[in-house]
């Protein structure tokens, strides 16, 4: 029973911060823009999204 507890806790904190992730990504890119000044396509391509 631990382990699962452990599990969904691991699991909990990985979801959050996946949340963050997006969070920061959404507010890189609000307006309707050309992909070449997208936010969020620059983070993804410079890994600064991961950060």
Avoid: F, P, Y
């Avoid at 963050?20 to 990504?25: I, N, P």
């Avoid at 507010?27 to 936010?39: F, H, I, R």
């Amino acid at each position: 029973m631990d382990e699962h507890i452990d599990a969904v806790e691991t699991r909990m904190e990985e979801l959050v911060q996946l949340k963050q992730h997006l969070l920061a990504l959404r507010q890189k890119c609000a307006s309707e823009a050309l992909a070449e000044s997208c936010g969020i396509l620059h983070a993804l391509a410079d890994n600064s999204c991961h950060k």
